[in-house]
């Protein structure tokens, strides 16, 4: 493999988006009632920047429409700490991913718009069918989120990233299941792969990304 470092997405990329939709959303939506009525500091000033009196209803709308709002994110990843603890939740992360994570010799980063703490949740609870989750984020060096770098289809998110990890664009490799981001990737300079993955979108017919159905592919590049 050519590159010095890989940023990889979750959703859609390294876990299925059904585990987000159907698993990770309900759970949180299941949660919104005893979340908006918690007196944890930082949950109540996380509320407070909505800005609005309809707490409730304004949390659903974002979940429904799947708004990529930052409060809403970090909200999210407070709740499904709990999930997590308890067993309810553990995150099926693709075995090709996880190995590809446990093998690759450069530096592996995440960049997701799930915020840090719910990215560090996630690879903390990695369902490989053993009675144990695994345990990836020792094999991870960083996180990136849209609070630490912006939105990601934003070219300037990325030259954000490439500034934090010192690397040369032409030298990382971005894997992403979206290619709005992979575009504004690409316009950073940085190198791209789309991931294909059951149950993603249909890939748009003029799309020019090498496509990616299994991380071993990447280490052929
Ligand atoms: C940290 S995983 C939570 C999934 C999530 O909330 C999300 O918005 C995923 O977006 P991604 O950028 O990973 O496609
Ligand atoms: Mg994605």
């Not at 990136?144 to 664009?169: H, P, V, W």
């Not at 791209?192 to 090498?210: E, Q, W, Y």
Request: glycine share 6%.
């Amino acid at each position: 493999m050519v590159y010095s470092a890989v940023i990889l997405d979750i959703e859609g990329t390294v876990c299925p988006i059904a585990f987000v939709k159907d698993t990770l959303f309900p759970y949180f939506l299941r949660k919104v009632p005893t979340l908006v009525t918690s007196q944890d500091p930082v949950v109540r000033s996380l509320l407070g920047q909505f800005g609005t009196e309809q707490v409730e209803n304004h949390i659903r709308k974002l979940v429904d429409r799947d708004v990529k709002d930052p409060i809403l994110k970090q909200l999210q990843g407070y709740v499904w700490e709990e999930g997590y603890k308890s067993g309810e939740i553990r995150a099926p992360v693709y075995n090709d991913a996880v190995k590809f994570i446990q093998d690759v010799q450069v530096p592996i980063y995440i960049y997701s718009s799930g915020s840090v703490k719910a990215q560090k949740l996630l690879f903390a609870h990695v369902d490989t069918g053993k009675a144990q989750p695994e345990e990836l984020c020792s094999k991870l060096s960083g996180f990136f989120d849209i609070t630490t770098s912006g939105r990601k289809t934003d070219k300037q998110s990325y030259l954000n990233i490439i500034s934090e990890i010192n690397r040369k664009a032409e030298t990382v490799l971005f894997v992403s299941d979206n290619v709005l981001e992979l575009e504004a990737a690409t316009k950073a300079g940085l190198r791209t792969m789309l991931a294909v993955r059951p149950g993603n979108a249909p890939i748009p017919k003029d799309t020019h990304f090498v496509e990616v159905r299994d991380f071993e592919q990447i280490k052929g590049f």
